[in-house]
């Protein structure tokens, strides 16, 4: 049973405008998420993170949104760029190490 | 980039036969983790390690072994290969008290 749910498959953007990917999870016991990013023939890439006692973490272009009570978590891409271009995975813990659980994914394409 | 070295990056074998992946690590990190990549599922945990010769099941361990007699590398094998084991197959480490894995580039295994 996936605790951690991305429910679009894929997304696609104009250069320039917002990206948002949305994740749900169900394990009450998780208190850190993540996000990564990953390219074809390639490993995943750690992106940005929050931790439950947060409800909001920026860094550059991205920011990650946690809604606690909703069990639900976002990531913001402003403004968006063709190199952004990939897969996101979001992935929790329920430990202060990386054993994660991963949703299946979502498809950005940034189009000109 | 996080100094993490899978081998072989792609193999085919047949089924039946026993397979083994390696990752090796620079980093001196404590944890090591084998996940597997599969449309739909994202990545799963199949086995980690906390320390030298300490190691525990993930979610998908059934069919698959690993090993730890250093703290750089991580071993994985499938003791008699089945098609539903053709995957992604990504090794990733982390530091202790540090929930961000970094991962390796991954090793595409086809069983024929």
């Known amino acids: 049973d996936q605790q951690v749910k991305q429910n679009s498959p894929s997304l696609s953007v104009q250069e320039g405008r917002i990206s948002i990917l949305n994740c749900d999870y169900t394990?009450?016991?998780?208190?850190?998420f993540l996000w990564y990013k990953k390219y074809p023939a390639e490993g995943p890439t750690f992106l940005i993170s929050?931790?439950?006692?947060?409800d909001k973490n920026e860094d550059g272009r991205f920011t990650v949104f946690l809604n606690k009570s909703a069990k639900h978590l976002s990531l913001h891409i402003v403004p968006s760029q063709p190199g952004d271009s990939a897969v996101y995975f979001c992935?929790?813990?329920?430990?202060?190490?990386?054993?994660?659980?991963f949703g299946a994914g979502t498809q950005v394409v940034v189009t000109p | 980039d996080a100094g993490i070295t899978q081998s072989p990056r792609h193999k085919v074998t047949e089924t039946g036969t026993p397979v083994t992946l390696r990752c090796h690590q620079t980093?001196?990190?404590?944890?090591m983790y084998w996940y597997r990549q599969d449309p739909g599922h994202g990545l799963r945990l199949i086995h980690y390690?906390?320390?030298?010769?300490?190691?525990d099941k993930g979610e998908v361990s059934d069919g698959y072994s690993v090993s730890r007699s250093k703290t750089e590398d991580f071993l994985l094998t499938l003791e008699s290969a089945t098609s539903s084991q053709t995957s992604v197959y990504f090794c990733?480490?982390?530091?202790?008290?540090?929930?961000?894995?970094?991962f390796g580039q991954g090793t595409r295994l086809t069983v024929v």
């Open positions: 990733a480490i982390s530091a202790a008290g540090n929930t961000e894995a970094f």
């Open positions: 929050i931790s439950s006692i947060k």
């Open positions: 394990n009450s016991m998780f208190d850190y």
């Open positions: 992935a929790a813990s329920a430990d202060s190490w990386g054993k994660l659980q």
């Open positions: 390690s906390y320390g030298v010769k300490d190691t």
């Open positions: 980093e001196n990190h404590r944890y």
